[in-house]
């Protein structure tokens, strides 16, 4: 993920994602650069599902990545995402 993508990302989580989840596991990353890494019972912010059945993209302790949905608890309904066009 590049620097900008990154970014907005992390500016989105801020704002809250699509909703919010708790590490039921410990998860180890394993491929440095694109999984989560997270320790039972931490807070995540959701950002995106991803294409593949059950995997998220999420934000945890400054950290962006994905991971999976039988890790987590979630806290309640996630929001539909709205795209939006920023303007300069």
């Not at 620097?3 to 994602?17: E, I, N, Q, S, Y």
């Not at 919010?20 to 950002?47: Q, R, S, Y």
């Not at 059950?54 to 990545?65: D, F, K, N, T």
Request: glycine share 10%; net charge positive.
């Amino acid at each position: 993920m590049n620097a900008r993508d990154l970014a907005r990302w992390t500016r989105f989580a801020v704002k809250g994602g699509i909703g919010k989840c708790t590490a039921i596991v410990d998860c180890v990353a394993e491929e440095m650069g694109e999984d989560l890494m997270f320790l039972k019972d931490d807070e995540i912010t959701v950002l995106m599902q991803l294409p593949e059945k059950g995997s998220y993209l999420g934000h945890c302790e400054g950290v962006v990545g994905r991971f999976s949905a039988k890790d987590v608890r979630f806290h309640g309904k996630l929001k539909k995402p709205v795209m939006t066009k920023r303007t300069s």
